[in-house]
């Protein structure tokens, strides 16, 4: 059984290394080779254990991590073309990003910014709210992590496993800086499908090392508009469709294709009145 246990953690963690450079760079045209080659093994058994692991295929990930990020940036860069966005994510050919959107999303990437489907479920309940908005560069961060699957209160059981992985190594787990990566927009993915981040800033002059679930990695500076937010669970959304799709097509300033984060004062995941006090970091650029 603890064989079993090792290998698994050990998948894991060879698993956790290849999304951190899917995500990284979210242009570039990855190959099972040169993945696989990066943690030592085999296309054949690396596409297994991706498999096993993710629920997805290695393409089939990155493609799907691919059309959701242009997805966003069609409906939060009106001013992009679709050639553009196309670019940015990795796609060289129009009517191969046009097919690969269509099969995804149902309908192609002219027709989406057409109809904007994420206007179904928007919610402006806080467009009056007063938004409380700096635009500076958000410093780097030494994190450990743990990837989750789902954006709903299940988020907590990532927070718990980083708990826990800080008791073991002597980290004061509440006096560390908590931010959480957004990888999926809950508007057009659903939300038992989105990917979010728990991470913990690291103390420094120590050494840390990947293990199991557990992964570590540099968060790097990011040129953000920063959003000093309160609430409760639930609230949050509210304020991201108000920023994204109000807020940003009127300001200066386009959205970048890194993921958007929260830094948390009071994380309403792990707070037994789910109650949240945060900096809700969202990567842009000048149009």
């Known amino acids: 059984m603890k064989h079993k246990t090792n290998t698994k953690n050990d998948h894991i963690e060879r698993v956790n290394e290849v999304l951190f450079y899917i995500h990284g760079d979210i242009e570039k045209n990855f190959g099972v080779e040169e993945l696989s080659s990066l943690v030592a093994m085999s296309p054949f058994h690396f596409n297994r254990i991706?498999?096993?692991?993710?629920?997805?295929?290695?393409?089939?990930?990155?493609?799907?991590?691919?059309?959701?990020?242009?997805?966003?940036?069609?409906?939060?860069?009106?001013?992009?073309?679709?050639?553009?966005?196309?670019?940015?994510?990795?796609?060289?050919?129009?009517?191969?990003?046009?097919?690969?959107?269509?099969?995804?999303?149902?309908?192609?990437?002219?027709?989406?910014?057409?109809?904007?489907?994420?206007?179904?479920?928007?919610?402006?309940?806080?467009?009056?709210?007063?938004?409380?908005?700096?635009?500076?560069?958000?410093?780097?961060y030494d994190v450990a992590y743990v990837r989750h699957k789902g954006y709903d209160r299940t988020i907590k059981m990532a927070w718990l496993k980083l708990q826990s992985w800080a008791l073991r190594h002597e980290i004061d787990f509440n006096q560390q800086r908590m931010i959480g990566l957004h990888h999926s927009n809950p508007r057009f993915v659903e939300t038992s499908q989105c990917h979010y981040v728990a991470c913990l800033d690291l103390p420094s002059g120590r050494k840390f090392y990947r293990s199991g679930e557990?992964?570590?990695?540099?968060?790097?500076?990011?040129?953000?508009?920063?959003?000093?937010?309160?609430?409760?669970?639930?609230?949050?959304?509210?304020?991201?469709?108000?920023?994204?799709?109000?807020?940003?097509?009127?300001?200066?300033?386009?959205?970048?294709?890194?993921?958007?984060?929260?830094?948390?004062?009071?994380?309403?995941?792990?707070?037994?009145?789910?109650?949240?006090?945060l900096d809700f970091c969202v990567p842009v650029r000048f149009k």
């Open 50 to 140: 991706f498999k096993e692991t993710t629920g997805e295929s290695l393409h089939a990930y990155i493609k799907r991590v691919k059309l959701e990020h242009a997805a966003n940036l069609l409906l939060f860069n009106p001013d992009a073309t679709i050639t553009q966005s196309m670019h940015e994510v990795g796609f060289s050919s129009n009517a191969s990003f046009s097919q690969a959107f269509k099969e995804n999303f149902g309908v192609t990437p002219t027709k989406w910014r057409e109809v904007d489907q994420a206007n179904e479920n928007r919610d402006y309940t806080f467009v009056h709210k007063p938004l409380h908005v700096k635009i500076c560069s958000m410093p780097s």
């Open 214 to 277: 557990i992964g570590v990695m540099r968060i790097p500076p990011t040129f953000c508009a920063v959003f000093s937010l309160e609430g409760k669970y639930g609230d949050l959304r509210k304020y991201m469709d108000v920023i994204y799709h109000e807020w940003l097509p009127q300001s200066d300033y386009e959205k970048a294709s890194l993921p958007s984060f929260a830094v948390y004062r009071k994380n309403h995941f792990i707070e037994s009145n789910e109650l949240f006090d």
